[in-house]
C-alpha cells in the first residue's frame, strides 16, 4: 500500500524558481508512488499576511497553475484548500491543549523570529505553526513528510503531539515521519534567500527575454577583472544557478574554464540562459494556458475528495473524546 504524503504551501504572493527548485520538483517525482495530499496552506498564510487577504487569495490560483504547469497530475495528487477542511482547525485546537510552550519554543522557524525579529510574525499563530501543521498532517492520518534537513524539527513536534494524543485518548494516528531530500536552494537574484516579498525573484512564467534579462544581472565573482583573468566560480551567483540547473559535466566545464580564465562572464549567463530556458520555457507555456476557472475546478474536486476523507478521521476522534456521551 502506498504510504500517505501530507505538505502544502503557503500562497503568499508570486510562484517563483525558489519554490521550483526546492519544493515542486520534489513533490512532482513522489507523486508517482505515494498517496499525496498537497494544499493551499492559506491558514498558514495568515501568519505572514493576515492584513493583505488579497496576496493570498490571488496567489492561490498560481501556486495551482505553477504545480500543474511543473507535472503534478490530480490522477496522482490530491489538491485542494486547508481553510476548507474546519476539521484541521478543531484538531488543531486540541493539540494546542496538550503543547508545551517548549515544544513551539523547538521550532526552527520560531527560533529564527527570536533572533531575527520579524514584526509581522511576532503572533500566536506563527509561534503555533508547528501545532496547526501537526493538526494538517494527523487528520488525513499522514505517515510521510517532504522536508528539507532544517524543518525535520517540525516533524519531530509534529510525531510528539500526535503520539501524546494517541496515548491520551486511545487514538491511532499514524506518527509522521520526515522523507528528507536534498532541497536544492536558489538564492534571489541579489544573493539572498529568493522572495517575492523582497522582489528579487525569477518567475516560473518569465519569457525569455525577461529571464535572460535577469540572468544578466547576476552577481558574478567582484574580483575578477576583466575576462583574461581567472574567476572564483565559488564567489559568483552565475555559478550556484549552474549548480541547480546545469547537468554535471557542464558545471564542471563552467568551474574549470572560469578558474583558467577561458570563459568569460557574458559567456557563462548565455549557457546558463540556454540550460534553463530549455527546462523552463515549457512550463511557462503550460502555465499561462491555465485559465483561473481551470484552477477552482482542480481546488474544488481535490477538496471535495480530501474533505470526506477528512470528516471520518474526525469522527473517528470524536468517537474517543467526544463530551455528551
Ligand atoms: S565565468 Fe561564470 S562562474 Fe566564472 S565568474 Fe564569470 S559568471 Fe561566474
Redesign the pocket.
Known amino acids: 500500500m502506498k504510504k500517505v504524503i501530507v505538505s502544502g504551501m503557503r500562497p503568499t504572493g508570486a510562484i517563483h524558481l525558489g519554490h521550483y527548485v526546492g519544493v515542486i520538483k520534489n513533490w512532482v517525482e513522489l507523486q508517482h508512488d505515494h498517496d499525496c495530499y498537497f494544499f493551499l496552506a492559506d491558514w498558514h498564510a495568515l501568519t505572514s499576511n493576515f492584513d493583505e487577504l488579497d496576496v493570498i487569495r490571488k496567489s492561490r490560483y498560481d501556486y495551482v497553475r505553477g504545480w500543474i504547469a511543473s507535472g503534478m497530475d490530480t490522477k496522482n495528487a490530491h489538491i485542494y484548500n486547508q481553510s476548507s477542511c474546519p476539521e484541521i482547525l478543531y484538531l488543531s485546537q486540541i493539540f494546542l491543549c496538550l503543547t508545551p510552550p517548549g515544544w513551539a519554543d523547538r521550532s526552527p522557524s520560531w527560533k529564527d523570529q527570536v533572533q531575527n525579529p520579524k514584526k509581522k510574525l511576532d503572533n500566536l499563530g506563527f509561534y503555533t505553526y508547528p501545532v496547526l501543521q501537526a493538526a494538517d498532517i494527523a487528520i488525513l492520518k499522514g505517515q510521510l513528510v517532504p522536508v528539507g534537513e532544517d524543518q525535520v524539527a517540525h516533524v519531530e513536534i509534529a510525531r510528539e503531539i500526535v503520539r501524546k494524543f494517541n496515548r491520551l485518548y486511545g487514538t491511532k494516528l499514524p506518527e509522521p515521519q520526515s522523507l528528507l531530500h536534498s532541497v536544492s536552494k536558489l538564492p534571489g537574484t541579489d544573493g539572498v534567500k529568493m522572495s517575492s516579498s523582497i522582489g528579487n525573484v525569477i518567475l516560473l512564467n518569465e519569457t525569455e527575454k525577461s529571464l535572460q534579462k535577469k540572468l544578466n544581472k547576476l552577481k558574478?565573482?567582484d574580483k575578477?577583472d576583466g575576462i583574461e583573468k581567472p574567476?572564483n566560480?565559488d564567489n559568483?551567483l552565475?555559478?550556484e544557478y549552474h549548480k541547480v540547473f546545469s547537468s554535471k559535466s557542464e558545471i564542471e566545464e563552467?568551474c574549470q574554464a572560469?578558474k583558467a580564465a577561458q570563459?568569460?562572464?557574458g559567456e557563462?549567463?548565455k549557457r546558463l540562459g540556454d540550460v534553463m530556458k530549455k527546462e523552463l520555457m515549457p512550463i511557462a507555456e503550460r502555465f499561462n494556458s491555465i485559465s483561473d476557472q481551470e484552477c477552482q475546478d482542480i481546488i474544488d474536486e481535490g477538496t471535495r475528495i480530501v474533505s470526506e476523507k477528512v470528516r471520518v478521521t474526525w469522527q473517528e476522534i470524536m468517537e474517543k473524546i467526544r463530551f455528551n456521551r
Open positions: 558574478t565573482d575578477r574567476g566560480p559568483c552565475v555559478y563552467v572560469c570563459l568569460g562572464c557563462c549567463k
